[in-house]
DNA sequence: TGCACTATTGATCAACTGATCAATAAATTT
DNA sequence: AAATTTATTGATCAGTTGATCAATAGTGCA
């Protein structure tokens, strides 16, 4: 009863040991944040030793970068797919805000902060960052498009539309990180300042929520 | 010709000193991120030994907390004296918008992420980062309440909407610090946005600026 | 069975971090 | 001038990080 010193892992084929390791990457990201990536905190949640991880990942800052990647992509997938079965343009920006918004995705959302501040030192994640900032611009452009083309939804430029609106998001996301507890409610206000930005009357985002009955109570 | 090996630091009283590392502080955080405050980095910077920014620091988090104050501290000074400068309540609420997002404090939005980030590790640095976005809020939420009594500014709850906004904000600003260059003209847009948020006319915000003389050509 | 291939590992490195402490040296006081 | 105080330092420690490499041990093939 001393050393828990892993036994010698049993041996798996290269695709399998390397989904093993890009699992335990995600796991640690989402619990700990992208700087508790390591060599070593990686080996040991894997259930492996450290050189095999190097033997796997060309170097750390790329395993970094794509543990971002995995997260956020699937982050993407999942609320595009939330908003592909809103059937109305204000319904599915209404639902695209209130999800970024809920707090159930401030796992995610410490990625993102960590990210920005690691990315300054890690050119490959950096590249990463930018091309799922990308990709989520593209899902938010769209909804902004086919609202302007079927509901009233006002903007000269679209793309820029959607680059402002995923920075409010990503803003209070992050300030909500940090005011833990006292954060009021982000998302309520949002709708207001997003009706704005389209050109939309006072409370259509809001009506167009509740009508749809996803009103969440409290927070 | 070879070894660059600091001479002894001529003697200074504690004060001055102690004011010396706090500045090499600031400018290493400025330049290279509060990430590369380091006990060696800040000797170097201050031609000092390392033991000497331990013997007047209690310890390194409180140095990069006591930094990071220092820092946002001066930005929220000198926006909150321009603001001042401002007559009229929409004039304020513009020039506080211009301001922050005029690309100018790039270094400072650097220091903020990093705090974020690096806040999860550091509880004196995340105590601080709390505090300054209390005074952040302060500011913001005065300038939106003397709207309300006297520019027409609509709100429930201008705590809330202070918040909102510095979210906002924060986040265009994180935004733009990733998407170097095509980073489209942050700003333009956000005045439809708290325009929205505030229940003003379009181009309220946009007028009062323009109005003032306050138009910046390119960016 | 024995050979070849390769997944896996322990040991080890260099580089960096924050921190401590006895020794040194410059002031100030006596 | 001598003693005292204290600013400053070098040396050193323990801890972390990413990375390399020769040695080990499973696995499948001949």
Redesign the interface.
């Known amino acids: 009863m001393s050393t828990p010193a892993r036994a010698r892992a049993s041996r798996k084929s290269p695709a399998e040991r390397s989904a093993e390791i890009a699992d335990a990457a995600r796991g640690v990201a989402l619990e700990q944040?992208l700087?508790a990536v390591t060599l070593r905190s990686i080996a040991a949640r894997a259930g492996v030793a450290p050189a095999l991880v190097a033997h796997y990942e060309p170097n750390m800052d790329a395993l970094v970068a794509s543990t971002f990647s995995t997260i956020v992509g699937a982050e993407i997938d999942e609320v595009a797919r939330l908003i592909a079965a809103q059937p109305e343009p204000r319904r599915r920006l209404g639902t695209l805000l209130d999800t970024l918004l809920d707090g159930a995705r401030d796992d995610v959302t410490?990625v993102w902060?960590?990210a920005?501040?690691?990315?300054?030192?890690n050119d490959a994640l950096?590249a990463s960052?930018?091309d799922q900032?990308d990709a989520w611009q593209v899902v938010v452009q769209g909804v902004i498009e086919q609202g302007v083309a079927e509901a009233g939804f006002e903007t000269d430029?679209a793309?820029?539309?959607a680059?402002?609106l995923?920075?409010?998001?990503?803003?209070?996301?992050?300030?909500a990180?940090?005011?833990w507890g006292d954060?009021?409610?982000?998302g309520?206000?949002?709708h207001?300042?997003?009706?704005?930005?389209l050109?939309l009357p006072?409370g259509a985002l809001s009506a167009a929520r509740s009508a749809s009955g996803a009103g969440r109570t409290t927070r």
């Open positions: 944040g700087a410490v902060v960590e920005w501040a690691l990315g300054r030192r950096a960052v930018r900032m430029d793309a820029a539309t680059w402002q995923l920075g409010m998001i990503d803003g209070l996301n992050a300030q990180l940090v005011r954060t009021g409610d982000r309520s206000l949002i207001r300042a997003v009706e704005g930005l050109g006072r």
